[in-house]
């Protein structure tokens, strides 16, 4: 079965430009979540998707937004990048909304210049 | 979300000493969840603890849920240099999302 795959894995971007990252959760899990971690530091919860809708939103600008379609599949975008959106972004799944384990994706690594 | 703090932020400790890495929140948790993230990886679940006092083993670690359900640790016996890596707790159930907290980084020494 395959895991939470995430794309691209890496990519640089400029100050001001605007990046989409996807995420496409384990086959029949309807939860997902994104998270950025900057380098060496902590997991910051971004956005929480489930059933197509956004459930819950971290402590960031709305210019970091996203979506979930109805293949539960996931998109986030970030837009005016600026120096310090350089981080690790992790998407994960969940079976449900409530509980149980989440299934992270390797990451997209974003390095903006 | 559901806020908790993490302690120690760093261990550097001798192949074979004990480790331990401490949750702490100022509400009542639901459950608690432990993850381990190596070293340019991904978090990889551990556990979930949701009964107060609830203590589980896994072979060398053993997870504690307080009996107040405000706290958890993880405490690692005899430490291997495969052991190296950040570990975190997370938090959120029902409407709050999954949030952890800053982690524990572990540095093991050959």
């Known amino acids: 079965e395959a895991g939470v795959t995430q794309s691209p894995t890496h990519l640089i971007k400029t100050r001001g430009q605007q990046v989409t990252l996807r995420c496409s959760p384990i086959?029949?899990?309807?939860?997902v979540y994104w998270y950025q971690q900057a380098l060496g530091l902590g997991l910051q919860f971004l956005l929480w998707?489930?059933?197509?809708?956004?459930?819950n939103r971290g402590n960031f600008p709305p210019r970091f937004s996203g979506r979930q379609f109805p293949n539960y599949s996931s998109e986030l975008n970030v837009n005016a990048l600026e120096l310090e959106d350089s981080a690790l972004y992790l998407c994960?799944?969940?079976?449900?909304?409530?509980?149980?384990?989440?299934?992270f994706g390797e990451g997209s690594r974003l390095t903006v210049l | 979300g559901q806020q908790v703090m993490q302690i120690p932020q760093y261990q550097h400790v001798q192949e074979g000493e004990d480790f331990t890495t401490y949750c702490n929140s100022s509400?009542?948790?639901?459950?608690i969840q432990w993850y381990k993230q190596r070293p340019g990886g991904h978090p990889v679940f551990l556990i979930q603890?949701?009964?107060?006092?609830e203590v589980k083993k896994q072979k060398r670690l053993t997870f504690q849920f307080g009996e107040a359900k405000k706290n958890s640790s993880l405490h690692i016996t005899a430490t291997q240099t495969t052991d190296v890596g950040t570990y975190f707790c997370?938090?959120?159930?029902?409407?709050?999302?999954?949030?952890f907290g800053s982690g524990t980084r572990l540095q093991v020494q050959p």
């Open positions: 994960a799944s969940r079976l449900t909304s409530r509980t149980g384990e989440l299934f």
């Open positions: 086959s029949g899990h309807t939860s």
């Open positions: 998707y489930d059933e197509g809708e956004e459930r």
């Open positions: 509400t009542t948790l639901s459950n």
């Open positions: 603890l949701v009964k107060s006092g």
């Open positions: 997370g938090v959120g159930t029902g409407r709050r999302a999954l949030t």
